[in-house]
């Protein structure tokens, strides 16, 4: 199995944001995109991208995020993404 890791990154604008994220789906950089408002000091809309990419792809993808000029922070998915929470299993076998 594939080493994942999570990068994250916040965008100011949200038309900034959607380029970014449409940008990294169409190159592949990412197996998942979550987007987030989140507040920003400057009374603009600010948006946390959370991906998802493997281990071999997280340099091209972090390339990527730099080029906007954006600040990124990544870490290793420390748990097994194929394993689903015990609510969604409970009375299923």
Known sequence: MAQFIEVRTTIEGHEKAAELAHG???????????????????????????????????PTLERHIRETGCPIVSRPVTHDIDNYPDWLTDGQS
């Open 24 to 58: 990294i789906l169409r190159a592949g950089l990412a197996t998942s995109i979550d987007i987030t408002e989140v507040p920003h000091p400057a009374d603009e809309t600010a948006w946390e991208l959370t991906l998802i990419t493997t281990e071999r792809q997280a």
